[in-house]
């Protein structure tokens, strides 16, 4: 039987135990989204209602929308505004650095900070007038930069925007909903919330993060399973390893729905509203050959965190709990593909003084968790080390009447990641050598056929190499 993946884990020495998953800010309903939305800083119910000064924080995140539009967009709409928006990008320049000291006594002050400053980034890097030196390096003002930076190393989360804040941290109920208390009681559902905040204002870009949401409040079962299954002991305990088989059924539905969730994205995002409106905010420092320089900041502070993506589902840490419950093996990625994105996103830098070869070869599933919060990456790194974990595998490899729910299990994720390799080429590899993101969706454009042969693409080289490892993980 080929149980490679299972095996790998066999070198781990270090063994631990899972502590109770609120203590790695995992509900019981949501998961890895938090139970109530978070409050807006200076907010009047928030804890830090007295801390005016963050206002100016939230104030210029809500004009945001209505003074900026993208570089790249030359339409009339975004040429009238240039002017607006270069008096929005001073004001930043003009404001003081505020310290997030008082932010630090509360952890959803510190959440919703790195919301509105990551946000306020993007706006700014990607709306600033058309550099008159394209290779110049993009400054991000001191007052942006120095604070992201504090709240990013206190949340242990990288200073750029993050699925965290597209998705996890980027939502509100509607009014006449369960008011905060209420959530001890009843959970949030996906009908009870909307995306607060959104840079294209299109119904896509809501939809594109309420399909990801979805999928993370179905991702709350699977962690509830991964915890019944990791509560005991599996090896030589028949009830144990009855609940085992039970659980890996059960795993293998809900891969299945959340396949069917995600693919509902073809019916509500159009790829080109993705690919040209919505995408090009999502950018990171490097993206273009543009490396992104943090004002005020010390380069120690930065030193774990240069060439950002931007937010990615690679970032969803249900997808990673799942890899690591399964023993899907990334690391025979071979080197090449994290450069392979690097060069896909556009940068590769030809000098190579400035080029990291160990940051090279870590591969691209262990680089998304820098973008995950700590506690999140906690958790994986946890689970994946844990007693529980290698006593599972241990009963799997043994255990023949476990091959096939395992099998079962793996199979339907290999389904999701061949379905998602359809929706990455559907929405980004045909669009992705057709100009440089510009908004003018022409008739060519719309009548774009998916490029025929998208194998040789970096991007689905990388994605495929995903699809390669949970291959290699089913049992044979
Ligand atoms: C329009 C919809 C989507 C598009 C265009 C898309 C595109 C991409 C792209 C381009 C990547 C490569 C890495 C990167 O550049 O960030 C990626 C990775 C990834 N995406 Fe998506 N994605 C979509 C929806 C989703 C959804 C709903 C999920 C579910 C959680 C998801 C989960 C992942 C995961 C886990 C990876 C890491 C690679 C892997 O595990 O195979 N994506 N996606």
Redesign the pocket.
């Known amino acids: 039987m080929t149980t490679s993946g299972l095996h790998e884990d066999s070198k781990v020495t270090s063994r631990a135990h899972l502590r109770p998953l609120a203590e790695y800010d995992i509900d019981p309903d949501t998961g890895f989204l938090p139970r109530a939305p978070l409050p807006r800083l200076a907010d009047p119910s928030s804890p830090l209602k007295h801390q005016s000064e963050f206002l100016i924080w939230e104030k210029a995140l809500s004009l945001a929308p209505e003074v900026l539009r993208l570089t790249s967009d030359h339409s009339p709409e975004a040429v009238s505004m240039r002017e607006e928006g270069e008096v929005w990008r001073t004001a930043i320049c003009s404001w003081p650095v505020l310290s997030i000291s008082p932010l630090k006594e509360d952890a959803c002050m510190l959440r919703r900070a790195h919301v509105v400053l990551a946000w306020l980034v993007h706006y700014y890097v990607h709306s600033l007038p058309s550099p008159e030196q394209p290779q110049s390096n993009l400054v991000i003002p001191a007052a942006l930069a120095v604070p992201l930076v504090g709240v990013s190393l206190a949340l242990g989360i990288a200073p750029v925007l993050t699925f965290a804040d597209t998705v996890l941290w980027n939502w509100d109920v509607y009014h006449g909903s369960a008011d905060e208390d209420d959530y001890v009681q009843v959970a949030p559902t996906i009908n009870d919330i909307f995306f607060t905040h959104s840079f294209s204002n299109t119904q896509d870009e809501t939809s594109?993060y309420a399909?990801?949401a979805a999928?993370?409040l179905l991702g709350a079962q699977i962690l509830q399973i991964i915890k019944k299954c990791t509560m005991k002991q599996a090896v030589n305990d028949l009830p144990a390893i009855l609940a085992l088989a039970d659980g890996l059924e059960s795993l293998a539905e809900i891969i299945g729905e959340?396949t069917t969730?995600?693919s509902s994205?073809r019916d509500q995002?159009d790829?080109r509203v993705?690919c040209f409106k919505i995408?090009p905010w999502f950018g990171g420092s490097g993206i273009n050959g543009k490396e992104w320089v943090y004002q005020g900041v010390a380069a120690r502070d930065l030193k774990t965190c240069q060439n950002h993506?931007?937010p990615?589902?690679?970032q969803?840490s249900?997808?990673?709990a799942l890899?690591i419950f399964l023993g899907i093996n990334h690391q025979c990625q071979h080197n090449g593909i994290y450069a392979e994105?690097k060069r896909?996103?556009g940068f590769i830098r030809t000098d190579s003084a400035n080029s990291n070869q160990s940051k090279e070869s870590t591969n691209?599933?262990q680089r998304?968790r820098q973008y995950m919060p700590a506690k999140h990456r906690a958790y994986l790194e946890d689970l994946e080390r844990s007693s529980e974990l290698a006593s599972i595998r241990t009963a799997i490899e043994q255990m023949s009447e476990l091959h096939g729910p395992y099998n079962k299990a793996v199979q339907a994720l290999i389904h999701f990641?061949n379905r998602?390799?359809q929706?990455?080429c559907?929405?980004?590899v045909v669009f992705k050598d057709r100009g440089n993101g510009s908004m003018a969706i022409t008739d060519e454009t719309a009548q774009v056929k998916p490029v025929k042969g998208t194998g040789g693409n970096h991007?689905s080289l990388?994605?495929k190499a995903?699809?390669d490892a949970t291959c290699r993980t089913m049992i044979k």
């Open positions: 594109f399909v990801c999928c993370e959340l969730l995600m994205m995002v790829p993705f995408r993506s931007g990615s589902g690679g969803s249900v997808i990673h890899d994105r896909f996103l691209f599933m998304m990641r998602h390799l929706i990455a559907r929405y980004v991007l990388l994605l995903g699809r």
